[in-house]
C-alpha cells in the first residue's frame, strides 16, 4: 500500500485555502486505498480531533510557517524522515529540495497579475517556489480551467500534458436552513435584514473598497452591506455609511448567512475559482459579481455579471436578482473533487 504524505499546515487557516485543505483531506481519508500520513502544525487543531484516531497517530507535527526560510530548510528532512511514496500539496510552496516526488493545487497566479503592493523579495521568491513546483511536479491540480490556462500562458505548452483541473467544491452543510438556526445566526452577529453579502479577504484585487463606494451610491438607510472578512487590509479600507465589516465567522454559520441575504456580491478583479459564488449559490442567494477570471466559469447561469464598476455595481444594487423558486443541483461537490484528487496522487505515486 503506498504511504502518501498531506502538507495540512494551511488547513487552521480561516482563509479559502484552509477550507481547501480541510475539506479535501477529509473526504480522502474516507478511502482505504493508501496510507496517508498528514503533516500539521498544531495537533490541537479542532478539525484535527473530528478525523480518525489512527489517522491522528500517524500525523506529524510540523509548527513550520508557510513561505519562510524553515520551509525551505527544514521541511525537507521532515518529509524525507517520515518515509512517504509522495506528497500531495494544497498549495504550491513545497520545498525547492524536496526530497520526494510530488504533486501541487494551483489556485491561481495572483502574484503575476496583482501584486498587491508586495516587495519585490517576496514577489521574486514567489516566482521562484512557484517556477519549480510547476516544472518539478508530478502533476499539477489547476482549480479551475481559468487557472490553467494562466498556467500554460506564463509556463507555456509544456506542463499542459501534466496540469489536471479538478473544480473545488461546496460542503456537506449548505443545505436549507430552518427558520430557527437562521434567527439564531442572525441574533449571534446582530444582524438584520434586508442586506447584501460580502465573503473574502481585503486585499487589493478584489476591489471591495469599489463595492463599498457602489453601496454607498445606493443611499438606501433600510439595507446594509455586511463584509466578513479578515486581515490587515480591512484597516485600510475607507468604511462607508450602511457597511458593516464582521470578522471572525464560523464556517458553519455561513449558510445561514447566504440564506438571509438579499444577494452575495462581489466586485473582484481576478478568482482562480471563487468558492462564496457556488456557495450562495448552493443556499439559493442571488450572485451580482464581475465578469471576470474564473467567475464566468463557475457562477451559474442565474448569476448577473457585471463590469467592475461603481455605476454598474449601484445600478446592480438597485435591482437585484430576484432567487429562484427553486435550487437547481450545483456540479461541485468537495466529494467529487477529492475522489479525481485521490485518483490522481495514487497514480503518481508508482
Not at 498587491?116 to 479551475?144: D, E, G, P
Not at 487557472?147 to 436549507?176: C, M, Q, R, S
Not at 443556499?283 to 464581475?290: D, E, L, Q, W, Y
Request: charged share 20%; glycine share 4%; with cysteine.
Amino acid at each position: 500500500m503506498h504511504r502518501i504524505g498531506i502538507d495540512c499546515r494551511f488547513a487552521n487557516s480561516p482563509t479559502g485555502l484552509g477550507r481547501y485543505t480541510r475539506e479535501i483531506v477529509t473526504h480522502v481519508l474516507q478511502r482505504n486505498d493508501a496510507e496517508y500520513v498528514l503533516f500539521v502544525r498544531d495537533t490541537q487543531e479542532e478539525w484535527f480531533y473530528r478525523l480518525p484516531r489512527h489517522i491522528r497517530d500517524q500525523a506529524i507535527k510540523t509548527d513550520i510557517p508557510h513561505y519562510s526560510l524553515q520551509e525551505q530548510i527544514l521541511l525537507p528532512s521532515i518529509l524525507k524522515k517520515a518515509n512517504i511514496d509522495l506528497l500531495f500539496s494544497p498549495h504550491f510552496n513545497v520545498p525547492l529540495l524536496c526530497p520526494v516526488p510530488f504533486v501541487v493545487t494551483v489556485h491561481d497566479l495572483i502574484l503575476h497579475r496583482f501584486p498587491n503592493k508586495t516587495s519585490w523579495l517576496k514577489q521574486f521568491l514567489y516566482r521562484c517556489v512557484m517556477r519549480h513546483a510547476v516544472r518539478r511536479s508530478k502533476a499539477i491540480i489547476a482549480v479551475s480551467h481559468f487557472t490553467a490556462a494562466e498556467l500554460k500562458a506564463v509556463y507555456g505548452n509544456t506542463i499542459t500534458a501534466k496540469t489536471v483541473v479538478i473544480h473545488e467544491g461546496v460542503g456537506n452543510d449548505f443545505v436549507p436552513q430552518s427558520k430557527e438556526k437562521i434567527e439564531s445566526v442572525l441574533q449571534k452577529y446582530e444582524l438584520k435584514k434586508p442586506f447584501f453579502l460580502y465573503v473574502g479577504n481585503a486585499k487589493e484585487h478584489k476591489n471591495v473598497q469599489m463595492l463599498m463606494d457602489a453601496f454607498a451610491e445606493l443611499n438606501d438607510p433600510s439595507k446594509e452591506l455586511i463584509v466578513i472578512s479578515g486581515g490587515q487590509e480591512i484597516t485600510r479600507l475607507h468604511q462607508r455609511h450602511g457597511t458593516r465589516i464582521i470578522h471572525p465567522v464560523r464556517d458553519a454559520d455561513l449558510p445561514a448567512l447566504y440564506a438571509s441575504a438579499i444577494a452575495f456580491v462581489t466586485a473582484s478583479l481576478y478568482e482562480g475559482f471563487c468558492l462564496p459564488v457556488i456557495e450562495a449559490a448552493a443556499m439559493g442567494c442571488p450572485v451580482i459579481a464581475t465578469n471576470r477570471a474564473a467567475i464566468r466559469e463557475v457562477a451559474s447561469a442565474g448569476s448577473l455579471l457585471i463590469e467592475p464598476t461603481v455605476e454598474a455595481f449601484a445600478k446592480a444594487l438597485r435591482n437585484p436578482p430576484a432567487r429562484a423558486p427553486h435550487i437547481d443541483p450545483l456540479p461541485f461537490r468537495w466529494e467529487d473533487a477529492a475522489t479525481k484528487i485521490a485518483e490522481l496522487i495514487l497514480a503518481k505515486s508508482v
